[in-house]
C-alpha cells in the first residue's frame, strides 16, 4: 500500500512540475532601486554601456533585478537575485544563428510534438559563476558556462494550442517547457 502511494504522489507532482505556466510580471525601475551590487557587476562586465534599463521581475514565485541592453549588435538580459547576485544572462538571436545540429534538434522535437509551430522569440540562456559570466562577456571566455537555449514559440497539436516556453540544452535536446500566460500591459519589450 505504501509503494502505492509513493507512486501516486510521485506522479502527482511530476505532473505538477511538467505543467506550469510561465506568467512573468515586469515594472520598469529606476537604477538607483536596483542593488549595489549588480549595477556594480553590470559596470564592469560591460564597460558603462550608457542605455541601460532596469526592471522589477516576478513570476510570483521568484523576484529578480533585471537590465537589458544592447550589446555587439544584440539584446542582451541580465538577472540578479535581490541580493545583487548575477543568475544569468540571455542573449536574443535570430533562428539563423543557432548551430545547424542543433536547430536540428530543436526542429525534430517540435516536428515530433506538433503540427504546427512558430518560433516567437529565441534566447541563448548562459548561468555561471558572476565572475565566469563576466569574462565570458569582456573576454568571450566560455569556462565553467552553461549554454541552454530558451525558446518561446506556438505549437498546435491534437490535444494544444498553446504558447509555449521550451527549454533546450546547448545540443538542442528538450529539457522541459511550460505555457506562457502574459498580460499585455504587465510585460514590456526591449
Avoid: C, P
Avoid at 548575477?86 to 526542429?107: A, F, G, S, Y
Amino acid at each position: 500500500m505504501n509503494r502505492l502511494k509513493l507512486l501516486v504522489f510521485t506522479f502527482f507532482f511530476a505532473a505538477v512540475g511538467f505543467a506550469q505556466e510561465k506568467n512573468e510580471v515586469e515594472k520598469r525601475i529606476k537604477k538607483s532601486e536596483v542593488h549595489e551590487d549588480a549595477v556594480d557587476w553590470l559596470k564592469d562586465a560591460y564597460e558603462n554601456k550608457r542605455k541601460t534599463k532596469w526592471y522589477f521581475q516576478t513570476d510570483g514565485d521568484e523576484e529578480v533585478y533585471e537590465a537589458k541592453l544592447k550589446h555587439k549588435k544584440h539584446l542582451h538580459s541580465v538577472e540578479f537575485n535581490l541580493e545583487g547576485e548575477v543568475q544569468n544572462v540571455e542573449v536574443l538571436i535570430k533562428e539563423k544563428e543557432i548551430d545547424k545540429e542543433v536547430h536540428q534538434n530543436i526542429i525534430n522535437y517540435l516536428k515530433n510534438n506538433y503540427n504546427k509551430y512558430s518560433f516567437l522569440k529565441i534566447q541563448k540562456k548562459y548561468t555561471g559563476e558572476g565572475d565566469d559570466l563576466e569574462d565570458m562577456i569582456d573576454e568571450n571566455e566560455f569556462e565553467d558556462i552553461t549554454i541552454n537555449y530558451e525558446i518561446e514559440y506556438y505549437g498546435k497539436s491534437d490535444s494544444d494550442d498553446e504558447l509555449w516556453e521550451g527549454i533546450f540544452d546547448e545540443n538542442g535536446i528538450f529539457l522541459s517547457k511550460r505555457v506562457v500566460k502574459i498580460k499585455a500591459t504587465d510585460n514590456l519589450d526591449y
